[in-house]
């Protein structure tokens, strides 16, 4: 059984930073991407960043790029995201996810964690 566990969500101010882990359990990573995709009240979920698992290529979207970075621990089976610069904005449920990868196909999710940045 799969299951991965988001943590360190919370309320910061513009400006600030975050850290999300996601710690997964149930598969063998190899092979597959892990990934981050956030969704705000009244709109999609929409990818964030991945990572394949093996060999740690990264990915990811436009509008983060440059202020969030995508890791993993692969001893600890946890892959994080580091929020830097963070704008009201990046207000959303954070979401992390395994599958295919990297912007797609996606079959395991955890249960979601909240970030609000206050201007």
């Known amino acids: 059984q799969v299951q991965l566990v988001e943590s360190g969500g919370g309320l910061v101010t513009a400006g600030d930073s975050l850290r999300l882990s996601c710690a997964a359990s149930g598969r063998t990573l190899s092979g597959y991407a892990m990934g981050w995709f956030r969704q705000a009240p009244g709109k999609e979920r929409e990818f964030v960043a991945a990572l394949r698992w093996s060999g740690g290529s990264t990915y990811y979207a436009a509008s983060v790029k440059g202020r969030f970075t995508i890791s993993r621990d692969v001893a600890k089976n946890t892959m994080y995201l580091q929020m830097n610069s963070l704008k009201p904005e990046d207000t959303a449920v954070y979401y992390c996810?395994?599958?295919?990868?990297?912007?797609?196909?996606?079959?395991?999710w955890g249960q979601g964690t909240q970030v609000t940045v206050s201007s």
């Open positions: 996810g395994t599958g295919i990868g990297p912007y797609g196909g996606y079959d395991y």
